[in-house]
């Protein structure tokens, strides 16, 4: 049991009482024993202080709590509940974190910070949204979400009381109450009503407010506004009730202080035109506004306040002519005090001058007469029994008369006022519940107290009875549930002043009384309280005066003057007065004082209100003395009706702080704060909660906290609930210390923090003995290193001596080493010297003797080279001469035959048989090279034939050496057959490289085929080169130019500034459709009512939203006919079961070597294709109608005989396969018992499917290069039936090889160039030198043609070839490795693999066999329905040829006869549909549609369908069938997307496929921009004859729609995981828990609430929403910004909790955040979405991660700090360092110096500089164009669809 001794320790600290801050800290510095007179202290300015101890005047002072308390965001959570630690608590969080919020229990303190915050944002509001009231930062949207979510879960009316004294913030805490309910609880429909409560507000103020010297924006009246909400809980409608208007203010203010805000908004708008009949001026002019001599409020304009509430009451439905009536009265009210009452010589009467303007403009402005009321003020009327007397009044009756109908006129005017904003606010519908905003004035203390002030103590008495109750109620419950025993708690109850004040004989009852009393007075008024109420505990008389008292309320003793009471609560008006009012000619003057004018209308109230709302004031009766309530009455009846309204709700309770007088931000006045603690109810409340047991923690914070307190026996128990009653047990004795409930431990005041000093105890006893232990441990090393470095020098300092002597011993022996060597050297030297200087001796003998004899040779030689030169310059002269001679006669000569010989050959020129004779010579030349090629054939084919001589011969000897090798395996031991195997194998490898040097020789010869194509080339590779330097050129000029010019910037920097400016606009236009989308929704809500509402009261069904349509067969259908090569595999099937069948791979391998046959297929007809489109090219088009018409008739009747074949083949086949596939199913599931052999059937169905599929496309592939090489082939001869026999008779050499085909076309290509080349003429006279010269030009062309097409074909068989040796090569390495491995077998495994072999070598022949069969099978097959085929042909052809045999007959000149094939009919990729139709295409396509339906097949088939479908509406010029199909399917799109609106499945399905709907109308629009990666055939699928623009960019705009629909379900299902999954799921253990308990029932404390989600179950959503849009064929493009779109929205989530919550902001929530956010990286790079920009969206959090996680001490990390967080804005840096929570005592608060040095440092930065992310900010979304690879002629349909109605063209 902890005593007094165990408290009152040594370094413990207290707070002691101080007459400047209150409490002041101190810390004892000595033991104090029970008993003591004094205890020793020291301050904190380290003096120190003898603080005496008496058992009745000074008691023991407070203890002070721990560290790791101070700064909590309830007050009931710390550990010591008295008034110096809620006063230290709330100055901390105020002035070092800046938090002007703090819970109290139930009660939210609210300190007045006198600046703007930003932290009332929309995005605030929404973060608050949906929160409980403890798991956040204290807030008012705390609060007002409380209530919200109290009304829709009990459906119990709520309200929110909020006090205070003037200035302490009241008026702006209740409208942001209010701003919260209006933005949560926003209409649903369009009235706006949200809007029009939040309008009420600046009305009210400008009404109802007014400086004081308190505050800025005082309202002078209380307030309690009803919020209405339907079942749905959206606001409906409100109303508004006042209380007590501050009517006195009107015509007098104190110094410093203002009227209301209205009469100085008029006066500051006065030179509007509008307002010049109101003859205003300045405030300053005019009596009733200039008394306080300071007409400015800094920092407020007058005028656009003015605009504002203009703004509001048009809003509200004021209509401009009431407006200005409105502004009439309060002008009026102006002049009146400007009345000059001019008082006569006797001094009992007055009077006003004629000339008066002020009176002349009040009565203009009221349209009351002039006289009467000039005479009325003046006088008054006496009315008797018998007579009635008109008697003067003085100037100051007159004076004080005028201004009671002043007060009186602006009183009638604001009750209007609030009348007609409750109209506006009242609302038809049914009100299902209320929450209820009371602003209402707190408690107030004047040196001068009058009637004013009596009644808002009074209101605030009532106000504190009911806060204490609705406390002890709380508590009691919080026990009872927890099943705690209740003890009873006394508490503060203010009954008896109640009492004093309203009941019988009370003050306000004997005020009234003296009110009825014909000349009653004050002081006979307070004679009559002193007789009666002396003897009260609460009433007291003031020692020097007679003429007040005072009142103990329960905040403090007020005095009140007496002097006014009886006035003020009468409230007189003359009665002349008002008649003249009531007689003005406006009917609204006239409305306000009318007896029979009734009240504002009630508000309809639910069936879960328990109260009837009525107005606040009565309706005003007529002045008859005897029935007119006074003020005071109203106001008690009032107050009652407010006291039932508040006792049927669940209240809430806001007490406002004013922390200084003098209005300066964020300074706390700490003895201005205890005054309003105790007078609000805080510290009752603070008694309350530390009466019982204040602090309560859960099982499991308690355990996590104290568990090092615990032994390792205790830890071994399970039930963590016994651990801690054990561990409390041992620890604390005292029984009634703690109470364990069902789901948390009660602790009384201080238990904490004793058991915080054990824990303290415990880590410091165990930091002793870790030091103790490593001290020990750092002093053994050091002696250790000391020995050793001891034992080091040493053996250092003996080696030292020993190498020094053996230095001696060698220098010894190296001296006479050296002598000896020296001596040698110099005797070596003097022989060498006299060596030398003989040899130099002779030396230059013998060169003297020699340098002699060569000058002798040397003259000699010289003079022979003079006479060579010389002679054979003459020669050259002279031969020269001859020459020159010789040339000039030869000249002469040949020029003479030369023009001779021109003569003549111009004569032949003419002849045409020269020009005969030159073409057949060319003739011949074409002859030869033509067999020439022949041979060069003939030669290819021989070597062909060699080369597979050769393959066989090979083959021949791999048999051989096969056979050798099981020779080999028989006979193990015998190494003479290796030898003899490797010789055999030595001969192939000869062999081999003999085939490779024939290979070689081949390439060689045919390599100078290639020379032209390289030629060409290296040509085409010149002019690309040419053309880069020139764009490299022009690249530099332009770059001179752009340097010349003096452009500032980089490109970068401009292409980053118009990207910025793009997505900027792009943004913008993106938020205007969000907003039309929003408003087209609220229009289609709105018709959806009407509708709802006109037949309502019938029956209403829901269609079914399920579809059966379609087969639910899990097999995809065929499209194609030919189906019969595959017939025989599931016939196999068939025959040998499914058992069987799934086991053999035969099957699979059979499917897919017909795959590849069909693909090579396919090659090669694409390059014939090619082949043909290249000859194609150079045909001209002559086309012939007649044979065209001809032609045209034959294709139709054949493709339509073909067609009905090929679809009553298909559809046996179909149905033939179906019921095979049915059986095989069936067979399956009754055969197959066991798992595996189900699977692998599976698996083999599977890929039988997979294989049919691909069989499909390469036959369809197949089918199309077919039809178009029948087609071009048809073209040829089509164009050149014209050809007759006489025209090929007439070329020359007729008679040579020449293919016909060939022929024809040359021919065709010559009369081509005839008819191109009619200007020919002009070469000669005939034109026939021009014909000639291009017919040779054709001819050479021709012959170009075929060598290339030669050697196409030449290098197709050599790549073959090449295919063939390497497979030879493959099979010789094999066998190699194969006989390598062979022969290091040892003889058991050698027979093993050798059987292994050859099982497989006859597996493989097997299937070759079976293949073979297959085949042969298949071609029977065929053939036999090509004989049935061939017989109607037959017959058809008989018919035919006895037609043609009579034609002939007829016509005997054509010679050749044409014979005209049928045409397979190609697929177009289009679709036709009746108009009819188009409804039910719409419904299958779009209304009833499911992804699911065609998730097997091509990704966004819809699209594709309805492109086809547009595009053969386009075909046939159909513009309306165009127009009907794109707005119906877009219509249906919406109505589906307005349907599914929380469907993400179905939202990403349909933006895939408006998205490519879009694409495809990009892609097929003709544009070349678009075209850019066509293929040819999609280039020819092209529309023809419409412009679709316009749709595009309605598609465009649905797009964004859909995306912004898709982003918002994203993120309504990812908001409720983020913080739990981001912040709280998988925290470390140790982590210090909440100190709050939660204030409300929000949290079901029995079963934790709802389960939290993990960051797992966060991926995998995300992981979710990808594989969604994958599956549904999004572009990547558009999938990689809506992950990064909710990357931004999981970073504002929780960086926005995170700046709001200070349980979180830790060291370990810091290291926890970081690896959630690598585990969110990792995912990203799985999907390979990191490098889309999507990590950047997050850096904030990353950098708030690391901001928790770094050191906040020094100047240095100051500095990293700012370096670091460049993604944080300044006020999110300062609120993370000022939320930042120490774990434990050993981590330091982060000081505030420190923050200011931080704020010192980025004070600099330019940002936009806000403390919450927005949350709501979309990036603008960008659709790239990404054309579809898809060929539409590939696209098929399945036949779950059910669209028979569609006719593929």
Avoid at 200 to 211: D, L, Y
Avoid at 678 to 702: H, K, M, N, Q
Avoid at 999 to 1005: A, H, M
Avoid at 1631 to 1649: F, I, Q
Wanted: with cysteine; net charge neutral.
């Amino acid at each position: 049991m902890t005593t007094v001794s165990d408290l009152y320790v040594k370094y413990t600290r207290v707070w002691i009482p101080d007459p400047e801050e209150v409490w002041k800290p101190a810390e004892i510095i000595k033991d104090y024993k029970e008993g003591d007179p004094i205890l020793h202290l020291k301050l904190e300015d380290e003096s120190t202080l003898e603080y005496a101890i008496g058992p009745k005047d000074n008691q023991l002072p407070f203890l002070r709590n721990p560290d790791i308390l101070v700064g909590e965001n309830d007050l009931t959570a710390l550990s010591y509940l008295h008034e110096p630690a809620v006063l230290h608590n709330l100055k901390v969080r105020f002035l070092e974190s800046n938090h002007i919020y703090t819970y109290c229990g139930i009660v939210l303190v609210a300190i007045n910070p006198y600046e703007q915050l930003q932290i009332y944002g929309e995005e605030v509001i929404n973060a608050y949204s949906g929160q409980n009231m403890g798991d956040m930062n204290p807030h008012i949207f705390a609060v007002a979400e409380e209530a919200y979510k109290q009304m829709a879960r009990d459906e119990k009316n709520q309200s929110i009381i909020v006090s205070g004294e003037s200035g302490a913030g009241k008026t702006v805490s209740a409208k942001y109450a209010m701003r919260y309910f209006a933005t949560v609880g926003g209409s649903a429909n369009d009235t706006n009503v949200e809007e029009k409560v939040l309008a009420s507000s600046p009305i009210m103020e400008a009404i109802g407010n007014a400086k004081t010297t308190r505050n800025d924006n005082s309202s002078r009246f209380g307030k309690y506004i009803q919020i209405g909400f339907d079942r749905r809980f959206h606001i409906i409608g409100a109303n508004m009730r006042t209380y007590l208007l501050e009517k006195s203010r009107v015509v007098f203010q104190a110094e410093d202080e203002r009227n209301y805000h209205i009469f100085y908004q008029l006066c500051a708008s006065a030179c509007l035109p509008e307002f010049k009949d109101l003859a205003l001026t300045s405030a300053e002019d005019f009596t009733y506004t200039s008394f306080g001599e300071n007409i400015f409020i800094e920092g407020v304009n007058d005028a656009e306040d003015l605009e504002k509430t203009r703004e509001a009451l048009s809003l509200l439905g004021v209509k401009e002519s009431h407006q200005m009536s409105i502004f009439k009265i309060i002008a009026s009210i102006l002049h009146l005090g400007n009345v000059e009452i001019v008082s006569e010589r006797d001094g009992e009467s007055c009077h006003i001058n004629r000339d008066d303007s002020h009176l002349h403009h009040f009565c203009q402005l009221l349209g009351v007469e002039l006289e009467q009321m000039e005479h009325w003020l003046c006088h008054r009327k006496l009315v008797t029994t018998s007579e009635t007397y008109v008697k003067n009044m003085s100037c100051a009756q007159a004076t004080n008369a005028r201004d009671a109908l002043a007060k009186h006129i602006y009183a009638h005017l604001f009750d209007w006022i609030v009348e007609h904003v409750n109209k506006a606010l009242h609302t038809s519908s049914k009100q299902h519940s209320f929450i209820g905003v009371l602003d209402i004035y707190g408690f107030e203390t004047f040196e001068i107290n009058s009637f004013e002030q009596f009644c808002i103590n009074y209101a605030n008495e009532k106000l504190q009875q009911q806060f204490n109750s609705h406390v002890f109620k709380l508590e009691q419950e919080e026990y009872m549930k927890e099943q705690i025993p209740w003890t009873l708690i006394d508490f503060y109850d203010n009954q008896p002043c109640i009492d004093l004040i309203e009941a019988k004989l009370g003050i306000l009852d004997l005020l009234d009384e003296e009110c009825k009393v014909p000349k009653g007075t004050d002081q006979n008024w307070t004679q009559k309280l002193y007789s009666q109420h002396l003897k009260s505990d609460h009433f007291e008389k003031p020692r020097m005066s007679n003429t007040s008292f005072i009142v103990v309320h329960f905040a403090d003793k007020v005095e009140y003057q007496c002097d006014g009471f009886l006035e003020k609560n009468r409230d007189t008006v003359y009665e002349e007065q008002i008649n003249i009012l009531k007689a003005s000619k406006f009917q609204l003057v006239a409305d306000l004082f009318q007896e029979g004018k009734e009240g504002p209308a009630p508000p309809p109230s639910g069936k879960s209100s328990r109260i009837n709302v009525r107005p606040a004031k009565p309706a005003i009766k007529g002045h008859n003395r005897e029935h007119r309530k006074t003020v005071g009455h109203q106001f008690r009846n009032s107050l009652h009706l407010l006291m039932e309204t508040l006792n049927a709700t669940t209240p809430h309770y806001v007490r406002c702080i004013k922390p200084n007088d003098s209005k300066e931000a964020f300074v706390f006045d700490s003895r201005r704060a205890v005054q309003q603690l105790r007078a609000c109810g805080v510290l009752e409340t603070i008694r309350i909660s530390a009466a019982g047991y204040p602090s309560r923690w859960t099982y499991l914070d308690f355990y996590s906290r104290y568990r090092v307190l615990m032994t390792k026996k205790d830890m071994t128990v399970g039930d963590k609930k016994q651990v801690c009653r054990n561990l409390l047990e041992s620890l604390i004795k005292d029984p009634d210390k703690f109470q364990f409930g069902k789901t948390k431990i009660f602790f009384r005041a201080g238990q904490v923090a004793y058991l915080e000093k054990l824990r303290a105890d415990k880590f410091r006893f165990a930091c002793i003995k870790i030091q103790k232990t490593v001290r020990g441990w750092l002093q053994r090393r050091r002696y250790l290193k000391i020995r050793k470095s001891a034992i080091t020098l040493q053996r250092y300092g003996r080696g030292y001596l020993a190498r020094k002597h053996a230095e001696y011993l060698r220098l010894t022996k190296a001296a006479l080493i050296c002598q000896k060597q020296y001596r040698m050297v110099q005797v070596r030297r003097a022989y060498l010297t006299i060596r030398q200087a003989v040899i130099t001796i002779q030396a230059f003998t013998r060169g003297m003797f020699t340098r002699r004899l060569y000058q002798e040779f040397l003259l000699h030689h010289k003079a022979i080279i003079i006479q060579r030169t010389v002679r054979g310059w003459l020669d050259r002269k002279k031969f020269l001469r001859a020459r020159n001679a010789a040339i000039v006669i030869q000249c002469a000569y040949r020029r003479v035959l030369a023009k001779r010989q021109l003569k003549q050959l111009k004569i032949e020129a003419r002849s045409v048989k020269r020009i005969k004779e030159l073409n057949i010579g060319m003739e011949n030349k074409i002859v030869q090279l033509q067999r020439k090629m022949d041979d060069q054939s003939k030669e290819y084919k021989n070597q062909n034939e060699q080369l597979s001589v050769t393959n066989t011969a090979l083959g021949t000897e791999v048999n051989k050496l096969q056979k050798e090798l099981e020779t080999l395996r028989s006979r193990q031991g015998d190494n003479t057959q290796l030898t003899s195997m490797q010789e055999e194998l030595e001969k192939l490898r000869a062999a081999l490289q003999e085939s490779h040097a024939q290979r070689k020789r081949l390439e060689e010869e045919y390599s100078s085929e290639k020379l032209g194509l390289e030629q060409r080339v290296e040509e085409l590779e010149k002019e690309n080169s040419m053309l880069k330097t020139e764009k490299e050129e022009m690249n530099q000029k332009i770059r001179r130019s752009t340097s010349s010019g003096g452009q500032e910037g980089s490109a970068s920097q401009k292409e980053a500034r118009l990207q910025a400016e793009l997505d900027e606009e792009r943004l913008r236009y993106q938020n205007l459709l969000k907003e039309f989308s929003r408003l087209e929704q609220r229009y289609d809500n709105l018709q959806e009512e009407a509708n709802y509402a006109k037949f309502a009261p019938g029956h209403r069904r829901n269609p079914s939203n399920q579809s059966s349509i379609g087969s639910e067969s899990p097999f995809p259908s065929i499209a194609m006919s030919d189906v019969s090569e595959t017939d025989g595999v599931i016939q196999q099937i068939d025959d040998m079961g499914p058992e069987n069948a799934a086991m053999d791979l035969s099957v699979f391998m059979k499917l897919q070597k017909r795959v590849r046959d069909l693909e090579q297929e396919r090659k090669r007809l694409q390059t014939n294709l090619e082949k043909m489109e290249e000859l194609s090219q150079h045909k001209a088009i002559d086309p012939k109608n007649s044979t065209s018409e001809v032609d045209g008739n034959t294709d139709l009747a054949y493709n339509s005989l073909k067609r009905q074949e090929l679809e009553s083949e298909n559809k046996k086949l179909k149905n033939d396969l179906n019921e095979l596939r049915k059986a095989l199913v069936d067979r399956a599931s009754e055969s197959c018992s066991s798992n595996e052999l189900q699977d692998s059937y599976n698996l083999l169905l599977s890929q039988l499917k997979a294989a049919n599929e691909e069989l499909d496309v390469r036959k369809e592939e197949v089918l199309m290069l077919k039809t178009q090489i029948v087609s071009s082939s048809k073209a040829t001869p089509d164009n050149t039936n014209h050809i007759n026999s006489n025209n090929v008779s007439e070329w020359p050499n007729n008679k040579m090889p020449i293919d016909k085909e060939e022929a024809l076309q040359a021919y065709q290509a010559l009369s081509e160039a005839k008819s191109k080349s009619q200007d020919w003429g002009y070469l000669n006279e005939d034109g026939e030198l021009g014909l000639a010269y291009q017919g040779l030009k054709q001819v050479a062309r021709l012959l170009e043609t075929q060598l290339q097409s030669q050697s196409r074909k030449h290098q197709d068989e050599l790549e073959a070839l090449h295919t063939q040796i390497e497979v030879l090569k493959e099979d010789l390495e094999k066998k190699q490795e194969t006989l390598n491995h062979f022969s290091t077998l040892p003889p058991e495994a050698l027979v093993e693999f050798s059987v292994q072999q050859e099982i497989t070598r006859l597996t493989n022949e097997n299937l070759d066999l079976k293949e073979v069969m297959e085949k042969l099978e298949k071609n029977e097959r065929k053939l036999k329905k090509q004989l049935r085929i061939y017989i109607k042909k037959v017959q058809e052809l008989e018919v035919s040829q006895a037609v043609a045999a009579q034609s002939s007959r007829a016509r005997p000149e054509l010679t050749r006869q044409v014979t005209v094939q049928r045409k397979d009919k190609d697929f177009e990729g289009m679709l036709e549909y009746i108009k009819e139709d188009e409804a039910l295409l719409i419904r299958t396509l779009v209304t009833d549609m499911k992804p699911h339906v065609v998730s097997a097949t091509v990704p966004c088939l819809p699209a594709y369908i309805l492109f086809m479908c547009i595009r053969h509406a386009d075909y046939i010029n159909d513009d309306q069938k165009v127009h009907s199909m794109l707005t119906s399917t877009i219509n249906a799109v919406k109505k589906v997307l307005k349907k599914n609106n929380d469907d993400f499945e179905m939202t990403s399905f349909w933006l895939a496929n408006t998205s490519r709907l879009l694409h495809c109308l990009k892609q097929y629009s003709g544009d070349e921009a678009f075209m850019t990666q066509n293929t040819s055939k999609q280039n020819e699928h092209c529309l023809k004859n419409f412009d679709l623009a316009e749709y595009r960019q309605v598609l465009s705009d649905l797009s964004i729609q859909i995306y912004q629909q898709l982003i918002k379900i994203a993120e309504s299902i990812l908001q409720p995981m983020i913080v739990s999954a981001m912040l709280e799921s998988g925290s470390l253990t140790g982590v210090k828990p909440m100190g709050y308990r939660n204030r409300s029932s929000s949290m079901d404390c029995e079963t934790g609430g709802p389960g939290g989600y993990t960051l797992e179950a966060l991926i995998r959503q995300l992981g979710q929403f990808n594989t969604i849009m994958g599956e549904h064929g999004l572009d990547p493009e558009i999938g990689q910004q809506v992950i990064r779109q909710l990357f931004y929205s999981i970073n504002a989530v929780t960086l926005n909790n995170l700046l709001l919550r200070k349980d979180v902001c830790s060291w370990s929530t810091g290291m926890q955040l970081r690896y959630n956010i690598s585990q969110m990286e990792e995912w990203l790079r799985g999907r390979n979405l990191h490098q889309s920009g999507v990590m950047a969206t997050i850096e904030p959090l990353i950098q708030a991660a690391q901001l928790l996680q770094v050191k906040k001490k020094t100047s240095q990390d100051a500095e990293a700090i700012c370096t670091l967080c460049s993604a944080l804005t300044t006020q999110q840096i300062v609120k993370i360092l000022n939320l930042y929570t120490p774990l434990n005592e050993f981590e330091e608060q982060v000081t505030v110096s420190f923050i200011r040095d931080i704020q010192n440092r980025l004070q600099d930065r330019i940002e936009n500089n806000q403390l919450l992310v927005d949350t709501k900010h979309t990036f603008p979304v960008l659709f790239p164009y990404t054309p579809s690879a898809l060929s539409l002629e590939t696209i098929h349909m399945p036949a779950s669809l059910n669209l028979d109605f569609l006719v593929r063209v």
